[in-house]
């Protein structure tokens, strides 16, 4: 039993240090259809998610890499999450997902 919990310890352990995102998967689930998270692809222009996403609540100029960041809110059966779409210097999408633009500036701070 103890060999067990070691392994699956250890398991969990070195798959954390590989994520490259630092999201709840219960959020993809609970929002998977909205517009934003099932449409937008990188490489899209900033038009294409306004036209897909409407108005963020905010924009924020990036500081880490050149570029901007659109902060949403997305709204499903009364839950409410932050999500993001960041764009580079040329207004095409660079990340997306399930945190505030300044959650992704300092998770992309860390990294560096």
Not at 23 to 35: C, G, K
Not at 86 to 106: A, I, L, N, P
Request: proline share 5%; hydrophobic share 30%; aromatic share 6%.
């Amino acid at each position: 039993m103890y060999k067990q919990a070691l392994v699956m310890a250890c398991a969990l352990a070195s798959m954390a240090g590989c994520a490259s995102k630092i999201e709840n998967p219960t959020d993809y689930i609970t929002f998977r259809d909205q517009p934003l998270v099932s449409e937008v692809e990188p490489g899209m222009s900033r038009q294409q998610v306004l036209i897909i996403g409407g108005r963020p609540s905010s924009i924020v100029q990036r500081s880490v890499h050149p570029g901007s960041c659109n902060n949403y809110i997305l709204n499903e059966q009364g839950h409410q999450q932050p999500y993001h779409i960041s764009f580079d210097s040329s207004g095409r999408v660079r990340h997306k997902g399930f945190m505030t633009c300044g959650q992704r500036e300092q998770a992309e701070r860390e990294m560096l």
